[in-house]
């Protein structure tokens, strides 16, 4: 048998002992339900998705149809706590687009959001084709076989179409994210349980592969304005890039000299630090477009950040009267 049978061969053992095989997304052929699974599971761990946003998104939208007939405030609403919301955003423009997700790799790298990557995914998850996917432990496997230290995305997808295994692409593309997950771990590695010890060329020394990029992440201060008429706050629906579609509140370069400053709340983002220093003006007359209560505010699509700050004039408010 070909060293590269033998290895399918241990990856396939290895995965039906070991694998995460009642995960929900890989117990259905439903392409949408795989989909969505995938765009979840960017920069978001798998309990968190499985616990708290996958099947309550599944009930509110349970078919592409029906996420493309939904309103986006909706749709962000239910994405709500799950953040990077380009992604809810990029779903919904997909299903507004298509009914049915293609079964070529270009067609839906065409659909918004979808990158090579939940392209390949989508191709070897729904419809079983001989393609190998490239999620981050995946990345980490195959620095530690081939002892890559910083290899470019040409070179690593070159190699994960050599190992992929054409004739089971689902399980073993399966059992590649869960070996990575489970034992090729990033600090500590269980190289004597894993089955692709025998091909490593990095076990002696695998937290070398790949190297990790030191990253400085920035800080930024912003100044928030709670424009408060009658039990009311004023909030605006983002237009910019960051945020886009969301409600919150209103930000400014300079603190107002009429405005009260009631507290400040941080929120750390994969780019960068935030940190919001609050001020509540009351008004008599209001002056903004869109006013609501704290329990209208709660039905709408918000960012942590801001519902950090809804939290801040709960607590003054509550003081006030104790």
């Given amino acids: 048998m070909p060293p590269m049978k033998v290895t ?40 968190t998705v499985l616990e708290r946003f996958y099947f309550p998104f599944l009930r509110a939208f349970p078919t592409l149809k029906a996420l493309g007939d939904a ?14 919301y380009n992604r809810a955003k990029n779903l919904h423009r997909t299903a507004q ?16 959001g979808i990158g090579i990557n939940t392209a390949h995914a989508i191709a070897t998850f729904a419809y079983h084709q001989p393609v190998p996917i490239m999620e981050a432990n995946v990345k980490r496997i195959l620095c530690r076989i081939h002892q890559l230290t910083n290899p470019k995305p040409k070179e690593l997808w070159a190699y994960a179409y050599e190992m992929v295994d054409k004739e089971n692409p689902y399980i073993y593309n399966q059992a590649m994210m869960d070996i990575g997950s489970l034992i090729c771990t990033p600090t500590s590695p269980s190289c004597h349980l894993c089955p692709l010890e025998s091909i490593c060329q990095g076990k ?10 030191k990253r400085v992440v920035p800080t930024r201060e912003e100044y928030i304005i709670l424009y ?4 009311r706050l004023a909030l ?5 890039k960051f945020l886009h579609g969301l409600w919150g509140f209103t930000s400014t370069q300079n603190p107002l000299d009429e405005a009260e400053p009631i507290g400040c709340v941080t929120h750390t983002y994969t780019h ?7 001020y509540l003006l009351e008004e008599s007359t209001p002056s903004q477009s869109h006013y609501f209560t704290p329990k209208e505010i709660r039905k709408l699509a918000i ?7 809804l939290n801040v004039y709960l607590d003054t408010m509550a003081s006030l009267f104790t």
């Fill in 204 to 213: 002696e020394n695998p937290t070398q592969y790949p190297q990790k990029k």
């Fill in 97 to 112: 687009m298509v009914t049915h997700l293609p079964q070529e790799l270009d067609a839906l790298q065409a659909l918004p």
């Fill in 236 to 240: 605006t629906q983002r237009e910019g």
């Fill in 303 to 309: 960012s942590k950040v801001d519902d950090k700050i």
């Fill in 228 to 231: 408060h008429h009658q039990g």
């Fill in 272 to 278: 960068f630090k935030l940190i919001c220093h609050l």
């Fill in 8 to 47: 399918h061969k241990k990856i396939q053992n290895w995965y039906h002992r070991f694998g995460r095989t009642t995960l929900p997304w890989r117990n259905t052929t439903d392409p949408y339900k795989i989909y969505l699974s995938e765009v979840m599971l960017q920069q978001t761990q798998v309990s």
């Fill in 71 to 84: 309103p986006l405030d909706r749709v962000l609403k239910m994405w709500e706590g799950l953040g990077y």
